[in-house]
């Protein structure tokens, strides 16, 4: 049986009554993007088209580590003890992540990106290239002490950090829900307010289609093998002034000498995680946030994910894989303070 998530807030504003579907999209960030849009016949697509994939190439231009010559390369190559002062939204994203970092107790940190690159899931000497082999616990320790003595003292009268020493930013948690937050901003900006907004899987929604329906979305589900146990019954989610994202241990993994490495990384320890969540979900009005507390909340497994959801008023959805291949969710309570029962 299928289950149904509400908004607390709903607005009674409506698309023109002549109002039709557009769908636009492209690609960013490695992936795809796309919006649905209800909005009148005579929309310029065209430079719609044009203004979304504007944003999305912005936040590529600031945030990418894996384009060299983004603000963040430059700063992740920038020499000890230097420091920068940065374009406005990087200041913002990486201003969040140091809060959500600073919350999860370092379950989530945007300085961790040498343990992702040591880990082959970086811009170089990957995972799935010829002669990568598993960092070594000694590789993993050094990198984790040094990590632990990062400060890059943000000041936001200026917008700049420092670059204490080599740091690697990492905003791959973070960037692609501000991305999918960007269009929804310049969607309303110009003018238009009832969209559906979609980067690589995270979405958010605002107002309802044409038809007065909300923009129903079902909740992500990892991939269940021939022979598993099912997983707990589907939830679709009407996404009206929401956004939500999912992290999961199935999207990017590979595996060396019969043992399987999922692509989130503890920054606390160094090493993949292997905590029994196959995925995490959470519902904000943000897909920043969204984006960057599933992937604290996934870090920290099920039990203190569940006790930092409550601390922050998060919807989340937690669902574990057991080892005789059951699973098992834990919701929140702001989660179901949202079904609709």
């Not at 769908?23 to 430079?47: F, I, P």
């Not at 990957?126 to 400060?151: E, I, M, V």
């Not at 399987?260 to 905590?275: E, K, L, V």
């Not at 943000?286 to 497994?301: E, F, K, P, R």
Request: overall charge negative; charged content about 15%; proline content about 6%.
């Amino acid at each position: 049986m299928r289950r149904v998530l509400l908004p607390h807030a709903i607005s009674d504003a409506a698309p023109a009554a002549t109002a039709l579907l557009h769908d636009l999209s492209g690609l960013s960030m490695g992936t795809s993007w796309s919006v649905r849009l209800a909005a009148e016949a005579g929309v310029d697509l065209a430079s719609l088209q044009h203004g979304l994939q504007q944003q999305l190439d912005d936040v590529v231009a600031q945030m990418s580590h894996w384009e060299a010559g983004s603000d963040l390369g430059r700063y992740n190559r920038a020499p000890a003890g230097s420091r920068h002062v940065l374009p406005a939204a990087f200041f913002d994203v990486l201003s969040f992540a140091l809060e959500v970092a600073q919350a999860s107790g370092g379950a989530y940190n945007p300085c961790a990106g040498a343990l992702v690159n040591l880990w082959g899931f970086g811009p170089t000497g990957r995972y799935d290239q010829a002669g990568f082999t598993a960092p070594t616990p000694d590789q993993l320790a050094a990198a984790c002490a040094s990590l632990q003595q990062l400060s890059l003292a943000p000041d936001a009268a200026t917008r700049s950090v420092c670059q204490p020493a080599a740091v690697q930013l990492d905003l791959s948690a973070v960037a692609k829900g501000y991305g999918v937050d960007r269009l929804a901003y310049y969607l309303q900006s110009q003018g238009y307010g009832h969209y559906l907004v979609e980067v690589g899987g995270e979405l958010r929604g605002a107002g309802v289609k044409p038809d007065g329906q909300p923009w129903w979305v079902a909740l992500e589900q990892p991939p269940v093998q021939d022979g598993a146990a099912a997983l707990p019954a589907p939830i679709v989610l009407a996404l009206h002034g929401l956004s939500v994202a999912t992290s999961g241990d199935y999207r990017r993994y590979f595996e060396q000498d019969g043992q399987r490495y999922a692509h989130t990384i503890d920054p606390r320890n160094g090493w993949p995680i292997s905590n029994a969540l196959a995925s995490v979900t959470v519902i904000h009005p943000q897909c920043m946030a969204a984006d960057a507390w599933s992937t604290a909340l996934t870090v920290l497994g099920p039990q203190a994910g569940l006790r930092l959801a409550e601390q922050q008023g998060l919807a989340a959805r937690l669902l574990c894989r057991h080892a005789d291949g059951t699973y098992s969710e834990t919701l929140s309570s702001a989660f179901v303070s949202m079904l609709d029962q």
